[in-house]
């Protein structure tokens, strides 16, 4: 309205948690493939005060920062709350300034699995320039001096310490990232069926004829996150 007065402020600021469809690159995700992500959108605020009360207005497309979660990070955002460093999210947005996209890395089951892999070529190699070695010395005919049982007892010492430690270690967290996977799979499979339901109620609400019982496709909102 033409008589409304309008109060600014560096204070004043306006949120908004978007549910939107695409397949971003996100941060910290255990996932590759994204069909729906949260947005969190902050912009800079307006109050607008009328007759008929307050109005309160916000920059389009978060002018202050814009950032994406998966709906995994979004659960855990806010379940987890006062606990650690926070949960990773991916900046779209800051200062009305798009971010580039993030750069592609392997996921954290992916890196475990190289390391360890890695790791075993390493050790399996050593072992067997030492298993040379120590066959040499059992092939003399004369007593193992001091160095040489040193070394065989450091070989023994090494494989025992790879089979009995550093190995469960490396299974144990690979175990770990790939239930992270499970449990982020899961989430992004009942955020999506629960957003299909709801938006099949609002259709059967919405219905002309009565309800209706149509569920709306996977890619049923603006895709954004281009």
Avoid: W
Avoid at 29 to 53: E, K, N, P, Q, V
């Amino acid at each position: 309205m033409e008589d409304d007065t309008k109060y600014t402020h560096p204070s004043y600021g306006m949120a908004v948690f978007s549910r939107c469809s695409g397949n971003p690159k996100l941060v910290g995700s255990a996932l590759d493939t994204h069909h729906h992500f949260i947005s969190l959108s902050i912009s800079r605020g307006t109050i607008f005060r009328g007759d008929t009360g307050d109005r309160y207005h916000g920059g389009m497309g978060g002018d202050i920062i814009q950032v994406y979660f998966s709906s995994a990070q979004f659960a855990e955002l806010i379940s987890t709350m006062n606990v650690g460093a926070g949960v990773p999210c991916t900046i779209k947005r800051l200062m009305g300034q798009g971010v580039e996209p993030p750069p592609t890395i392997d996921t954290e089951a992916e890196n475990l699995r190289t390391e360890f892999k890695d790791r075993m070529i390493e050790f399996v190699q050593k072992m067997m320039n030492d298993a040379d070695d120590i066959q040499g010395m059992l092939t003399k005919k004369s007593a193992l001096t001091v160095a040489e049982k040193n070394k065989v007892q450091g070989f023994i010492t090494r494989l025992a310490q790879e089979l009995k430690d550093n190995m469960p270690f490396f299974l144990e967290m690979y175990q770990e990232a790939t239930e992270k996977v499970v449990a982020s799979a899961k989430i992004e499979v009942e955020a999506f069926m629960t957003h299909a339901i709801t938006m099949a109620g609002v259709n059967a609400l919405q219905a002309p004829n009565g309800p209706s019982v149509s569920v709306p496709p996977l890619l049923s909102e603006p895709d954004v996150s281009k």
